[in-house]
């Protein structure tokens, strides 16, 4: 963002102690003072909702992985194997999502922070 310079009121030029026009030492003679917009500080609790989010996630991916299991097996019998896939399998996927959710959502605030767009 750019500012309208408070010494040289915009013209780029300052008279010095002996009368004579000199250049700005504040702006260097832009006339305008270029300031960094300030960064939006972190929050601690973006953190939390990232993981409060992420947990949801693997709840919601567990729960439901467990209703469509109990509801199949009204119908299919499974053997041992199978059990042990569908005992460990739901949980699997769950950190598999929040994982995904994640990492997402800390790459998107990395890339936010620092304003850049990747390319």
């Known amino acids: 963002m750019n500012y309208l310079c408070d010494c040289c009121q915009g013209t780029g030029y300052v ?18 003072v270029i ?12 953190d939390r909702k990232i993981r409060r989010n992420g947990l949801y996630i693997l709840l919601i991916i567990f729960a439901s992985s467990w209703a469509l299991i109990l509801f199949f097996s009204n119908y299919v019998t499974y053997n041992i194997y199978e059990y042990f ?3 460990f399998g739901p949980y699997y996927l769950g950190l598999m999502g929040n994982l995904l959710y994640v990492r997402h959502k800390r790459r998107r605030k990395e890339k936010d922070a620092s304003g850049t767009d990747g390319h």
């Not at 008279?15 to 305008?32: A, F, P, Q, V």
């Not at 300031?35 to 973006?46: A, I, L």
């Open 85 to 87: 896939l569908w005992i």
């Open 15 to 32: 008279y010095d102690r002996d009368g004579h026009l000199d250049i700005c030492s504040k702006c260097y003679g832009l006339g305008y």
């Open 35 to 46: 300031v960094e917009q300030e960064k939006k500080p972190e929050s601690p609790t973006d």
